[in-house]
C-alpha cells in the first residue's frame, strides 16, 4: 500500500536505509517492487523512490504531469523510445508519456512532480560515458547532470580519505549513494542509502578507505515545484 504521505515534512533530515535492509513493497504492477524515500499526495503524488522491475516485468501506460527525473541503477530500463543501461541519466518533461518495460530486470531512482514551471527539455546521459571534471577539493570528481532554476544534480565521487569544507544547503541537499560508504558527522551511510538534508542545514562530508559515488541534488526545496492539481470535488 502507498499511504499518501510517506517522509513528508521536508523541515525534517531523513535517512532511509537501503532496500536489502527494508525489503521492498509490492506495486499495483507484478513483478514491479518499490522501495518508498518521500511521497506527498494521492493518485497524483510528488514521490521519490526506487523501483525494481523483474525480468519480462513492465508497467501501464503512464503521462508525466509534473514530469518524470530516474537514474538507472542496476540493468536495462526500456520503453517505447529506448533502451537505457545502467548508469543512464534520463528527464522526461512533463507532458510526456510511455509505457516502460525490463526485458532481463532493472532498479531506478525515481523523482515524480519535481520539475519547475519551464523546464520542458528532455535530457538523456550516459554517466558511464561521460567524462569527470575536477570537483573543489583534491579527490572529488563531479559529473553535472542537470541545472534549472537554482536546482543543480550531480554524480559526485570521492576517492578514499577525501574530506569536503563544512558547507550550508539554502535549498536542502539530497543524496543517493551509489556506491561505496559515504559519511558525514551525523553518521555513516552504505550503498543504497538515501538522505534528504533540509533548508539550512550544515554538515562536513568525508570518506574513509572505502570512497564513495553520490547522486546529488541541491536547491529543490528552494524552488518553485509545479503542483499537482487539487483533486476535483
Ligand atoms: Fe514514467
Ligand atoms: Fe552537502
Known amino acids: 500500500m ?3 504521505h510517506f517522509n513528508a515534512d521536508f523541515d525534517q533530515r531523513v535517512v532511509v536505509p537501503p532496500p536489502s535492509a527494508t525489503g521492498w513493497l509490492a506495486s499495483p504492477q507484478p ?3 518499490r522501495h518508498r524515500l518521500d511521497r ?3 493518485e497524483v503524488a510528488r514521490a521519490t523512490s526506487i523501483v525494481r522491475y523483474d525480468a519480462g516485468s513492465s508497467f501501464a501506460r503512464h503521462s508525466h504531469g509534473g514530469g518524470e527525473e530516474f537514474l538507472v541503477l542496476e540493468g536495462t530500463f526500456s520503453d517505447e523510445h529506448g ?3 545502467a548508469g543512464s541519466y534520463v528527464r522526461n518533461p512533463p507532458g510526456t508519456s510511455h509505457q516502460p518495460f525490463s526485458r532481463n530486470g532493472c532498479t531506478l531512482f525515481v523523482k515524480l512532480w519535481q520539475f519547475s514551471a519551464g523546464d520542458s527539455e528532455p535530457l538523456h546521459i550516459a554517466t558511464r560515458e561521460t567524462a569527470w571534471r ?4 583534491p579527490g572529488l570528481a563531479v559529473m553535472p547532470l542537470h541545472e534549472f532554476d537554482g536546482i543543480s544534480t550531480a554524480l559526485v565521487r570521492w576517492a578514499p580519505h577525501t574530506r ?3 558547507h550550508t544547503h539554502p535549498g536542502g541537499e539530497e543524496i543517493l549513494v551509489l ?3 559515504f559519511r558525514d558527522e551525523h553518521g555513516e551511510y552504505p550503498a543504497g542509502t538515501w538522505l534528504r538534508n533540509p533548508r539550512a542545514s550544515r554538515h562536513t562530508p568525508f570518506t574513509g578507505a572505502e570512497g564513495a559515488l553520490i547522486y546529488v541534488k541541491v536547491g529543490l526545496f528552494g524552488a518553485e515545484l509545479l503542483q ?3 483533486p476535483s470535488a
Open 2 to 4: 502507498n499511504p499518501p
Open 31 to 33: 513483478g514491479v517492487q
Open 40 to 42: 506527498v499526495g494521492g
Open 83 to 85: 533502451d537505457y543501461a
Open 134 to 137: 575536477p570537483g573543489l577539493v
Open 164 to 166: 569536503f569544507s563544512t
Open 179 to 181: 556506491e561505496g560508504l
Open 228 to 230: 499537482p492539481a487539487a
